[in-house]
């Protein structure tokens, strides 16, 4: 299988996502490590939200209507699993489904098919 990144996106030969959904989950592993960091320095939930909406959920969602309506439900989890473990860094002591309205978010999957909708 041969494979070229265009854009920021991996296109395989066989127009399956795994090579892309590797890249942009070691991408956004590696970031929110960064994020970790910030809560030990004492940032607040505000400025660690900020930083995860625009430093690792860009990198989860990018051209995502190019490639969302082709994942598993394999790589939809592992996308998903990313932002579950910043909203449990970000706050600390609540469940995933209490974490996103207390951050006013969505679950990725639903954010995707509404991008998606737009085109």
Known sequence: MTAFKLLGVHVASDLKW???????????ASRLH???QLKRSGAGHDDMLYFYVTVIRTVLEYACPVWHSS??????????????????????????????????????????NQLNEHF
């Open 34 to 36: 960064l994020l970790k």
């Open 18 to 28: 795994m090579q892309h959904i590797d890249a942009i989950t070691s991408k956004a």
């Open 71 to 112: 994942l598993t439900a394999a790589q939809t989890k592992a996308l998903e699993s990313l932002q579950r473990r910043a909203m449990q860094v970000i706050f600390q002591n609540s469940d995933y489904t209490m974490s996103l309205i207390r951050a006013e978010l969505d679950m990725l999957e639903s954010r995707c």
